[in-house]
């Protein structure tokens, strides 16, 4: 989806998401060239459709876990709740300690593969002065793991200047 | 006034990149499978996942290395006819490591994740209401990350136990389109026939008829006392049903109650009862899959890749 804005004729640029209230996102666009902010707001229904992608609009903030889509959508056992009754077989007691299917699991995985960049995009950031490069670098590179991407590209520049103005 | 396709970019969303990078994602984990198989029906309860099972063991019998999902989603059964039901799962460097069952087949299959016997699959959703509108692109997703984010590591073979009917081999042709082959499961009765035809002409549009291969499974009663075989079904014939519809029969397996006997205590039939008609009907079916898939692999795919 894309918002034009009808006065300038320009595409509009997402400006920020809230987090979901009671099933709606708020999500506010703005025009570039005028400044005129929309926001939309979504039914529950659209922000499910939107989670059943496993997307996140604006983009992730953090990288994407193994699994971390099923893992957030697969509904875990009410503990003793009313929806634990509806999961029951008639007559079965309540389990005192509920499984979570993943709590077994040895996080070995801590120890993330390092960013790797592109001789093009190295190159591009040659290009900025001495002085501020470092901090170029170190921002480019939290751009980049914030949204789980793996390598740095010349797009992910791009994308970093859009958003970020670097 | 601009239209759609006049605006550059995706607006700030990020959604058309994490798409790409779920894809890739899946494209990587996939480059070390050299065969992935799928194994249909249009029709429910002719054996798919007993099938699955048994094919699975034979390959890693004979030296394969070999994976198996569990695509039944809503009906999981491959963990249990493979004895890993309630195993631990770990995380791993690489993902989620798959337990191993017989001969050091990885097996994963949503059972894994739920907390009892009877609890069904429920989805997080603030109601049930309008499910249908969800639940299917839910489900892609899901599959879609069992595939990219377990630690399958190299394998031979990766069979996928697909759910009775035709949807999922869409969702999953979309996401595999260079899959080495498709077997689809008949019984010789017309009400099968019907059912499969569908879905034989959906998986030969989605990924040409060189990938398919037809398996009639219950296609005789054998004897348990003189070991005779009989008609169980006096119904069509499925390698008929094959030429016809230009694709390969890869062989017929007789009924044999011990097969589901095995499966409920989580050991192929083909290890159990090696010696029986059945057992070496399912080995038959297994040399003339690896036959197709071998074919289908020699084959250039459309963009010049190698089929796998």
């Known amino acids: 989806m894309k918002l034009l804005c009808t006065q300038c004729d320009a595409a509009m640029r997402l400006e920020r998401v809230e987090a979901p209230e009671q099933g709606s996102l708020t999500v506010t666009f703005a025009c570039a060239a005028c400044g005129n902010r929309v926001a939309l707001l979504t039914n529950p229904l659209e922000t499910q459709l939107v989670r059943a992608l496993d997307v996140k609009i604006g983009g992730r903030t953090d990288p994407a876990e193994p699994m971390g889509f099923v893992r957030a959508m697969l509904r875990p056992r009410p503990e003793g709740g009313p929806e634990g009754a509806e999961d029951a077989a008639p007559g079965a007691e309540a389990d005192p300690a509920p499984r979570c299917p993943f709590s077994a699991m040895a996080n070995l995985a801590a120890e993330r593969p390092p960013l790797t960049w592109d001789p093009a995009a190295e190159r591009r950031l040659e290009r900025v002065p001495d002085f501020i490069r470092p901090m170029a670098r170190q921002g480019i590179e939290r751009f980049a793991a914030e949204r789980g991407y793996l390598r740095i590209t010349e797009d992910v520049m791009d994308e970093v200047r859009g958003e970020l103005g670097l | ?308």
């Open chain 2, 1 to 308: 006034m601009k239209k759609y396709r006049d605006l550059a970019g995706d607006a700030g969303s990020g959604v058309a990149r994490q798409l790409l990078d779920q894809t890739a994602r899946l494209q990587a984990r996939m480059a070390a499978v050299r065969h992935k198989v799928a194994i249909l029906s249009g029709k429910g309860g002719v054996g798919k996942s007993a099938l699955t099972s048994n094919l699975a063991a034979v390959l890693a019998g004979e030296g394969a290395r070999v994976g198996v999902l569990d695509a039944d989603l809503n009906g999981p059964s491959l963990a249990k006819m493979l004895g890993v039901r309630g195993a631990a799962l770990r995380m791993g460097p690489a993902g989620v490591e798959p337990p191993e069952g017989p001969l050091g087949i990885k097996v994963f299959s949503i059972d894994l994740l739920l907390p009892r016997d009877e609890a069904p699959v429920r989805w997080d959703a603030p109601t049930e209401r309008e499910s249908y509108v969800w639940r299917g692109t839910v489900e892609a997703a899901a599959l879609r990350e069992f595939l990219s984010d377990t630690a399958w590591g190299p394998l031979d073979f990766l069979l996928l136990d697909l759910p009775p009917g035709t949807d999922r081999v869409s969702t999953l042709a979309s996401m595999l389109p260079e899959v080495g082959a498709a077997v689809v499961v008949t019984i010789p009765t017309e009400v099968s026939h019907l059912t499969v035809k569908r879905s034989i002409s959906m998986a030969k549009e989605l990924w040409g008829p060189s990938a398919l291969g037809v398996v009639e499974n219950m296609a005789a009663y054998v004897c348990a006392r003189c070991g005779g075989e009989g008609p169980l079904f006096r119904g069509p014939d499925s390698a008929a049903m094959a030429r016809e519809l230009g694709v390969a029969f890869l062989g017929r397996i007789p009924f044999e109650p011990r097969l589901a006997e095995a499966a409920d205590r989580g050991v192929p039939y083909v290890m159990a009862e090696p010696e029986t008609p059945a057992a070496a009907a399912l080995r038959a079916v297994t040399t003339a899959l690896r036959a197709l898939v071998e074919r289908r692999a020699a084959l250039p795919a459309a963009d010049g890749s190698v089929v796998g």
